[in-house]
């Protein structure tokens, strides 16, 4: 188990352009999240998967943001027509429901997203 | 969804004992507490997490008391690598197919050599 992976690490990206962000989570791990943080601040909850199902998203995901888990494996998350707004780092985590091993979210490295 | 309160930051000399409180008043009957170490540039990582009374593992306890309105993570004799971020999150994982979890601006932690 090599935990959750994100890729890229870094993206400088110019206002405007879209860009696709990769998780690959840890594999026996059904629910999938996605997260944003900002400098200074706790991350925030962006979106939710349960297998390929997109159960959650937050009122913070506009129109150009879109996820996708598909075969309920690894997800993708895009934003297209970035702005200067959308810098920050985005976070991924998985998790299996709690009982099994009384495990709660891994988070993985994130992907510091610039745009210039 | 429960929302918390923490400190925003402590300073610990090392070999210390630190103990961070969260109060978490409106916590609800599923919910769970949850307790993140976050690095700067890294993503938080699990540390302990518990419904009531202790949990300890090998890296910290957390304390729950009865009422479940608050909990105290607790370090044991600190080093300088525990410097970081500490968020304390209350969620429900044991729903139907939602789990949200609401971090605050977490504890940030200072070891003092």
């Known amino acids: 188990d090599t935990g959750v992976s994100q890729n890229p690490r870094h993206k400088i990206t110019k206002r405007g352009q879209n860009v696709t962000f990769r998780c690959d989570p840890i594999s026996e791990h059904n629910r999938l999240y996605w997260y944003r943080q900002t400098l200074g601040q706790g991350p925030e909850f962006l979106t939710y998967?349960?297998?390929?199902?997109?159960?959650?998203k937050s009122r913070l995901l506009s129109d150009r943001f879109s996820a996708e888990r598909p075969k309920g494996s690894f997800s993708t998350l895009e934003i297209q027509r970035t702005e200067q707004g959308d810098s920050a780092m985005y976070l991924c985590a998985s998790s299996h429901p709690l009982g099994l091993a009384g495990e709660s979210g891994y988070f993985g490295p994130g992907t510091r997203l610039t745009v210039t | 969804l429960a929302k918390t309160t923490q400190p925003i930051s402590m300073d610990s000399y090392e070999g210390q004992e630190v103990n961070i409180t969260c109060s978490h008043n409106n916590i609800a009957t599923n919910d769970y507490i949850t307790w993140y170490q976050q690095f700067p540039s890294q993503g938080p990582r699990f540390i302990i997490q518990g419904y009531k009374t202790k949990v300890t593992n090998e890296v910290a306890s957390l304390f729950i008391p009865a009422d479940r309105k608050s909990s105290t993570l607790s370090l044991p004799r600190v080093s300088l690598s525990d410097t970081a971020v500490y968020y304390c999150l209350v969620g429900d994982n044991m729903g139907a197919g939602s789990y949200q979890l609401t971090f605050g601006k977490g504890t940030k932690l200072s070891v003092i050599p």
């Open positions: 998967f349960q297998n390929e199902a997109q159960l959650e």
